[in-house]
């Protein structure tokens, strides 16, 4: 059993990382965006039905982007166990280390939470305006 990738499966894989991670911050930045749009023009208006219905907008968002960054999320995780397994050699970290481990950061608890939970965070935001 062929246990390497060769380099033409290993440029598309890495082009295909590269494509879900410039969509998932796309999508990231354009759901902040709205979201905060959204807060910013119900805040402007006088606080009656239609702002209200305005407020839930968000989670029209919210919700399937959530779901579409997770996807992005998983898929490169899965891209890059499947590179770690079987193209080793090309699978040194940009630092040029072979292992890091993940608690070297003083506050990597925190900022994996944070990124875990961005988007519950921000329905959240959106349910106390």
Known sequence: METTVSNEEYNKLV??????????????????????T?????????MNVISAWICLLPFF????FAARISY???ATAHIGAF??????QNMQFEI???FVKEGNCRFYTLTAWLI???????GIA???L
Do not use: Q
């Open 116 to 122: 875990t939970h961005e988007m519950v965070l921000l």
């Open 96 to 98: 040029g280390a072979d």
């Open 83 to 88: 590179l770690k397994c079987f193209a080793p």
């Open 72 to 74: 992005y999320r998983l």
């Open 38 to 46: 959204v807060i910013g023009v119900a805040l402007a208006m006088d």
């Open 61 to 64: 968002l919210i919700i399937p």
């Open 126 to 128: 959106v349910s106390l």
């Open 15 to 36: 082009k295909k990382i590269e494509f879900f991670e410039t969509t998932r911050n796309s999508l990231l930045t354009f759901s902040f965006t709205a979201v905060l």
